[in-house]
């Protein structure tokens, strides 16, 4: 698969989202979150969803290599473009899925994030769906998970991680970048 085929597929599918180098991800955290370097993996190193505002005070619209007459939206969502390697040795399909779960991704984060600026989701609301998991199971799951990727977990960013990974299996199969 082409990198310019992969930047139609997404734009197609989503025109807030925006393939980027993975260096210019990094940047734009930093920005996000204030700091001068990023210690150590964050979550969201190949996706996260930015206010466009954001977005530009860390990068020039040049390093995003937008088509010329492209307006992003108020909500930007950055991907982690692949190497050439992974686009040469995964397949077209492969490399489709990869970025469609990403997008999916970042939408959950999108509607999660809504919905805590409306208050219709708060701590408590995070805690409860905790306790109805269980609280062993809970753990269990997050030390897996910081097991393959650590990081600075904490309970509200691991319960809408986890919100995400509850959703996927209901959500994948109907929608495609591909299509």
Known sequence: MELDELKRAIVAADP???LVAPRILRRVLQAQFNVPYLLVHVP?????VFDRQVVFQAV???????EPDRLL???????ARPSLEELQ?????AILSKYWRLLFHAHVHVALQHRQQERELTLN?????????????????RSVLQQEKPSTWSSAIFGRTYAQATFRPYTTSRRSISS
């Open 16 to 18: 807030a989202a925006v």
């Open 44 to 48: 969201h190193e190949r996706c996260y």
């Open 60 to 66: 020039e619209q040049d390093e995003l290599e937008l």
């Open 73 to 79: 939206p108020p909500i930007v969502i950055l991907l």
């Open 89 to 93: 040795t995964n397949g077209r399909e």
């Open 125 to 141: 609301d995070i805690h409860a769906r905790i306790e109805q998991i269980g609280r062993t199971e809970f753990e269990e799951i």
